[in-house]
């Protein structure tokens, strides 16, 4: 399962986060969007934890709680969708 992780401190680290959600279960993969010219952080990530009772046991979890001084956004990563051609929540860009 795919989980939006939002409001991310530019100071966090793909380690850290990956730590923070290990908690909860396995974690395949945790990519930290980075600017291309800064190298920093945008300020949100997608975690993929393959056990679905673990990635929402996460997400339940860790919504809200603070990390760096900022109050994490974690959602499931599905419903960020967007269709940008219509306008409305439906699917993903690329």
Request: no cysteine.
């Amino acid at each position: 399962m795919e989980i939006y992780v939002g409001n991310v401190h530019k100071n966090v680290t793909k380690e850290a986060l990956q730590t923070k959600f290990e908690k909860f279960g396995q974690v395949a993969s945790v990519k930290l969007k980075k600017d291309l010219f800064t190298g920093q952080n945008k300020g949100y990530a997608f975690v993929m934890m393959p056990v679905q009772s673990e990635a929402e046991a996460a997400i339940k979890a860790l919504n809200g709680k603070k990390m760096e001084g900022r109050e994490l956004k974690v959602t499931d990563g599905r419903s960020q969708d967007y269709d940008w051609n219509k306008g409305k929540k439906k699917g993903k860009p690329f």
